[in-house]
């Protein structure tokens, strides 16, 4: 069975170092069993909760719902994914029933996050939802004996989940598009859905590769689902959101192997003349044309997510050494073997005789670029990174950035002293947090109305004159604008730090 680098998790007490056998395949019957008993729960609280009625007006009836359905799905995926799920319900519960349930009528005052509540400590609602939480710390415990063996000491966490429920990064906040985010999700349960529904069709029953690819998709929907909860409650945890998307970028690479696995089944069946004329004759044409659809759309579907493909890790020492090789190749303009570009995430070619842009082609997982000071013009390579965040062109020849719109991760990007003037590209890069423009001709920036997460802007030394549209910028905190053509203050008045605005000019 093919085992991906994230269903490789290493406990970290050297005592207890151990594979994690839990994996993209169905739970053994030990797990199953708990995991019948966490539907058997999430049903029964979802019933009580349908007919509750003296629920405040804040209470979170959509991301409840949202887990309620993840929790009651988890006995069709696989093991593997059952355990973030769980471990996302099990605080989110805690902290649900911390905040809108209370133990009397006199006690909504006992913690600083408990909203008033007509949900009683003890009623039905609080009754089910605390059976619910103890049944998901059994099948959390069943995960954890599956993992590391029973003779692990007791309250073990192999999955270094201390401070899963820390309380969300309101910079982070800030910066996401929830609106888009959720509209993706949307998107992506519709598709799952459809392709669930499909495999159903197609797949022959008791087929052991088709189980797993229907689990895995179940996997993902789940995943999707609870993903779609932590984004809808209230203070939603970062920490969990980030493990559900990681995970749900580990089910891809599977869904994608069980599909070419199906397809090179079909390609077989079709070689065979005989068969494959009475295979038609009956339902073939139905099933292949459904098969054909799935396939070549696969892709097209898990796009949805707008999740890019995930990076491979790698270790920090081999990561270091695959860098420094790698740099020192390039600085002579020779090409780095395919084997070492795999490892590499950052280039420092500042200040050097790298010339060669084609260079960086093979090296995919480019994350991190520095070639400020080099005598580079053309960029167009850079199409083929789209995993680049960070990129620095500072005093470089480069004047057309166009290609900048196919790196839409992009949070860093540094053209100061550069001849680069039309900078009409930065609308599709709405992730840009920090951009440096300065000693440019650069004198048109309304397209900055496209950047709500630009934190900091430097804008010294060049044209500019009219920067009202830096009002709408709420986040952006460092500012430079000294020797600008700048009269007008006000539109940068809530900005903290504005390098150049005169003392008391229109703060």
């Given at each position: 069975m093919h085992v991906f680098p994230s269903d490789l998790i290493l406990a970290r007490s050297s005592s207890y170092k151990h594979y994690m056998s839990l994996r993209h395949e169905k739970p053994n019957p030990a797990l199953m069993?708990?995991?019948?008993?966490?539907?058997?729960?999430?049903?029964?609280?979802?019933?009580?909760?349908?007919?509750?009625?003296?629920?405040?007006?804040?209470?979170?009836?959509?991301?409840?719902?949202?887990?309620?359905?993840?929790?009651?799905?988890?006995?069709?995926?696989?093991?593997?994914?059952?355990?973030?799920?769980?471990?996302?319900?099990?605080?989110?519960?805690?902290?649900?029933?911390?905040?809108?349930?209370?133990?009397?009528?006199?006690?909504?005052?006992?913690?600083?996050?408990?909203?008033?509540?007509?949900?009683?400590?003890?009623?039905?609602?609080?009754?089910?939802?605390?059976?619910?939480?103890?049944?998901?710390?059994?099948a959390l415990e069943e995960c954890r004996i599956q993992e590391v063996g029973e003779d692990s000491p007791e309250g073990y966490d192999p999955w270094g989940y201390d401070g899963y429920d820390e309380e969300p990064d309101a910079e982070e906040i800030?910066?996401?598009?929830?609106?888009?985010?959720?509209?993706?999700?949307?998107?992506?349960?519709?598709?799952?859905?459809?392709?669930?529904?499909?495999?159903?069709?197609?797949?022959?029953?008791?087929?052991?590769?088709?189980?797993?690819?229907?689990?895995?998709?179940?996997?993902?929907?789940?995943?999707?689902?609870?993903?779609?909860?932590?984004?809808?409650?209230?203070?939603?945890?970062?920490?969990?959101?980030?493990?559900?998307?990681?995970?749900?970028?580990?089910?891809?690479?599977?869904?994608?192997?069980?599909?070419?696995?199906?397809?090179?089944?079909?390609?077989?069946?079709e070689s065979v003349n005989d068969e494959w004329e009475k295979f038609k004759v009956n339902k073939g044409a139905f099933i292949t044309t459904i098969l054909r659809n799935f396939t070549n759309n696969i892709d097209e579907?898990?796009?949805?997510?707008?999740?890019?493909?995930?990076?491979?890790?790698v270790d920090p020492k081999i990561q270091k050494a695959a860098e420094a090789e790698a740099e020192e190749l390039l600085k002579q303009n020779?090409?780095?073997?395919?084997?070492?570009?795999?490892?590499?995430?950052?280039?420092?070619?500042?200040?050097?005789?790298?010339?060669?842009?084609?260079?960086?082609?093979?090296?995919?997982?480019?994350?991190?670029?520095?070639?400020?000071?080099?005598?580079?013009?053309?960029?167009?390579?850079?199409?083929?990174?789209?995993?680049?965040?960070?990129?620095?062109?500072?005093?470089?020849?480069?004047?057309?950035?166009?290609?900048?719109a196919h790196l839409p991760q992009l949070h860093t990007l540094g053209l100061s002293s550069t001849p680069v003037s039309d900078i009409s590209v930065l609308a599709h890069l709405p992730q840009l947090q920090w951009l440096g423009l300065n000693s440019t001709p650069v004198s048109d920036i309304s397209v900055l109305a496209h950047l709500p997460q630009l934190h900091r802007l430097g804008l010294n030394s060049t044209p500019v004159s009219d920067i009202s549209v830096l009002a709408h910028l709420p986040h952006l905190q460092r500012l430079g604008l000294r020797d600008t053509q700048v009269t007008d203050w006000g539109p940068v008045a809530h900005v903290k730090n504005v390098f150049g605005r005169p003392k008391g000019g229109n703060k």
């Open positions: 069993a708990e995991l019948n008993e966490v539907r058997e729960k999430a049903l029964a609280l979802e019933d009580t909760y349908k007919s509750a009625s003296n629920l405040p007006n804040q209470f979170p009836h959509e991301p409840l719902q949202f887990m309620l359905e993840a929790l009651q799905k988890l006995p069709d995926g696989t093991a593997v994914e059952s355990r973030p799920i769980l471990h996302a319900a099990d605080r989110r519960l805690a902290r649900l029933r911390r905040q809108y349930f209370k133990h009397s009528p006199s006690d909504n005052n006992d913690a600083p996050d408990r909203h008033i509540s007509g949900v009683e400590r003890g009623q039905p609602l609080d009754a089910h939802a605390g059976d619910l939480k103890n049944v998901i710390g059994s800030a910066s996401l598009d929830y609106h888009a985010i959720r509209a993706q999700s949307e998107k992506l349960q519709t598709s799952l859905q459809s392709a669930k529904d499909d495999v159903h069709n197609i797949l022959e029953p008791g087929s052991a590769n088709g189980d797993r690819l229907k689990r895995v998709l179940s996997d993902t929907e789940n995943l999707n689902l609870m993903n779609r909860a932590e984004l809808k409650f209230p203070n939603g945890s970062s920490r969990i959101r980030r493990e559900l998307n990681s995970r749900l970028r580990g089910t891809i690479p599977i869904i994608r192997k069980g599909i070419k696995s199906i397809q090179i089944g079909l390609d077989f069946a579907k898990l796009k949805q997510l707008d999740v890019p493909p995930p990076i491979p890790q020779k090409p780095v073997p395919d084997a070492l570009a795999l490892n590499v995430r950052a280039l420092n070619l500042a200040l050097t005789n790298f010339t060669d842009t084609a260079l960086l082609k093979n090296i995919k997982y480019l994350q991190s670029v520095d070639l400020d000071g080099t005598k580079i013009a053309d960029i167009s390579v850079l199409a083929h990174l789209p995993q680049l965040h960070r990129l620095w062109l500072n005093s470089t020849p480069v004047s057309d950035i166009s290609v900048l």
